[in-house]
């Protein structure tokens, strides 16, 4: 039943040994022909299948005046499209994100001098411009980078975004609720996330405690003291910067989240002017330590960019810092492999990287192969690169996920993974880097490993799968409740909790349906629940009603198409929520 509820993807498997580390331009061969032009500080990258065929998609910004650049992803191709016409202000952040839940990619767009704009997806990317009546400022301002998560854990993602003026002192942060109805409402103020004065060029969510509460840590520009917001769970964010050591004075540029030492704790890299870089370990306490020299990450050029990527598979992440180049002697983009020891070192051959000027890049695997590549987004004329990772001997598992009450794209979630007594870490992020948003299919390396014992899954929600002897070297698409028969455990005190009190959601392990999926019935068993029920609704996972009649053990679902759906059942003692899956 487990085996049959997961969907899976084999990927090619790459025979060749791995000796150095070979990264090879292939823009041209498929198919991407673009330069950003004139901007102040360049423009991001997006690399995330926004058509949900499998294969991540490219997006990228553009100077004023131009629209940013849409490719579709056809099976390792790329393929411009010319409908997608959506902004044409100075674009920097290009995020597509799942808004509503509905199961497609909706679009934020942040800008320098005019309006950041919310698309909503219609459906087979049919965009409309809905920022008028989003609740989102319909006024001008400059925003560098923004992210979502889903700060509140109420199942939908929040945006946060720093405004960046040249007037310091007005500059601030701002967060935003999400309605759940393609609405926002500002809580900057309420949540103690203003940030008052300083100059943020962009910001991530992680989760500095594993407390499943996402963080908010800040780069700010101009030798401003970098913030660390921390969460309270009760919809407040504490000032830690100081108290954790992770109040770095520097222009600081990008951000890179990982668990680089693969302690089960989340490390940050920021990249900085040629002062050095930053490399902050996390120590497992809500404290950081700064090993940057130590580690032999110090860079000591103008860093923008960084990222965390397993390069070669062999379970230690490797990191990717994109740079200015304004002379021969500048410090130029630069991969660091991972020694397995705490240091870092660039490779002796094979990648050289960019040696023009690249502001923002992202990390995903547009050919399928399980290696990760590297798409950078250049200053000026230079045209985008497309680094195809060559592959090699090390094997890996690949995850993508499908929140049912979390949100759609499993953003904020905890995928481990267990494998030769080693434990491998990610964290799912929407907008990570400098300007970037990496795929959404997580990379995990386990090196020579023959097998992996497990793959467990947190989710924001606070409900945990896991899957047992997981066939490696393939992706495996996991939804919400899949290895638990569909039974949804919510985490005391998180948002889906608080709407529990009130009789809206609840999930309970004395309830089973089955089969789960299933081609035409499902089985409803309160044999062992004491409670009583009075209708039973099918409802999508947008929250559209497709079914509601007086509560039956057995459903007929001939007439629903196939698809994933919410089974809830009403009665007088509360709500209970079940994920199916019908399909022939």
């Excluded at 690399?47 to 490219?58: K, P, Q, R, S």
């Excluded at 109420?154 to 393609?182: M, P």
């Excluded at 740079?323 to 070192?345: E, H, K, Q, R, W």
Aim: proline share 3%; charged share 20%.
């Amino acid at each position: 039943m487990l085996l049959r509820f997961l969907i899976f993807f084999t990927c090619i498997i790459p025979l060749e040994a791995w000796s150095q580390t070979h990264y090879v331009d292939k823009a041209a061969e498929v198919g991407v022909n673009h330069s950003y032009g004139i901007g102040v500080a360049g423009g991001g990258v997006s690399l995330v299948d926004i058509n949900g065929d499998g294969w991540d998609d490219l997006s990228l910004a553009s100077q004023e005046g131009d629209v940013i650049k849409v490719y579709l992803n056809n099976n390792g191709i790329f393929e411009l499209q010319s409908n997608l016409a959506l902004n044409n202000n100075e674009s920097k952040q290009i995020l597509w994100v799942d808004l509503d839940n509905d199961g497609d990619k909706d679009l934020f767009i942040t800008v320098l001098e005019g309006i950041n704009r919310i698309f909503e997806n219609i459906g087979n990317l049919t965009m409309v411009d809905i920022t008028p009546n989003s609740g989102l400022p319909f006024t001008a301002t400059s925003t560098y980078g923004a992210i979502f998560g889903d700060y509140d854990r109420d199942g939908y993602l929040d945006l946060y975004y720093g405004e960046k003026t040249l007037v310091f002192s007005t500059n601030q942060g701002h967060l935003f609720r999400n309605n759940g109805d393609l609405t926002f409402t500002e809580i900057t103020g309420e949540s103690n996330t203003t940030d008052l004065g300083k100059a943020p060029f962009c910001s991530v969510f992680f989760d500095l405690e594993n407390d499943g509460w996402p963080d908010i840590y800040t780069a700010h520009d101009k030798t401003n003291i970098n913030t660390l917001l921390r969460n309270n769970g009760d919809g407040t964010y504490t000032d830690a910067s100081v108290s954790s050591g992770a109040d770095m004075e520097m222009n600081a540029m990008g951000i890179a989240v990982g668990d680089y030492d693969n302690n089960g704790f989340l490390d940050l890299y920021i990249s900085n002017t040629p002062i050095g870089n930053a490399l902050l370990q996390n120590n497992g306490d809500s404290t950081f330590d700064e090993v940057a020299v130590e580690s032999g990450t110090l860079f000591e050029g103008i860093g923008w960019s960084c990222n965390f990527l397993d390069v070669d598979n062999d379970g230690f992440l490797d990191l990717y810092v994109t740079a200015t180049v304004i002379s021969d002697i500048s410090t130029p983009s630069t991969l660091y492999m991972n020694l397995t020891d705490g240091t870092f070192a660039p490779p002796s051959t094979g990648f050289t990287g960019d040696t023009v000027t690249v502001h923002s890049h992202a990390i995903g695997d547009f050919n399928n192969d399980g290696y990760p590549d590297i798409f950078t987004n250049p200053f000026d004329e230079a045209p985008a690169k497309v680094w195809e990772n060559q592959g090699g001997n090390h094997h890996f598992i690949k995850v993508s996920l499908e929140g049912v009450i979390s949100n759609r794209d499993g953003i904020g979630s905890f995928i481990e993974v267990f494998a030769n007594g080693n434990r491998y870490i990610r964290y799912t992020h929407c907008g990570v880097g400098y300007l970037g948003q990496n795929s959404n299919t997580e990379i995990i390396g386990i090196g020579e490993a023959s097998a992996v014992d497990s793959i467990r899954v947190k989710w924001s929600s606070g409900h945990i799968d896991v899957l047992y002897n997981p066939t490696i070297n393939e992706l495996h698409h996991i939804v919400e409740g899949s290895t638990t028969n569909g039974d949804i455990q919510i985490e005391p005190g998180t948002g889906f909790d608080n709407e529990t009190t009130s009789n809206t959601l609840i999930s309970s392990s004395s309830i089973h349906i089955y089969p789960n999926p299933t081609d035409q019935y499902i089985h409803i068993d309160t044999q062992n629940s004491k409670e009583r029920f009075d209708n039973v609704q099918i409802l999508g996972l947008d929250g559209t009603v497709l079914s509601d009649i007086p509560f039956i053990n057995k459903l007929d679902l001939g007439n629903i198409p196939n698809g994933t759906y919410l089974l809830r059942l009403s009665g007088k003692e509360g709500i209970h929520h079940f994920p199916f899956i019908k399909h022939h």
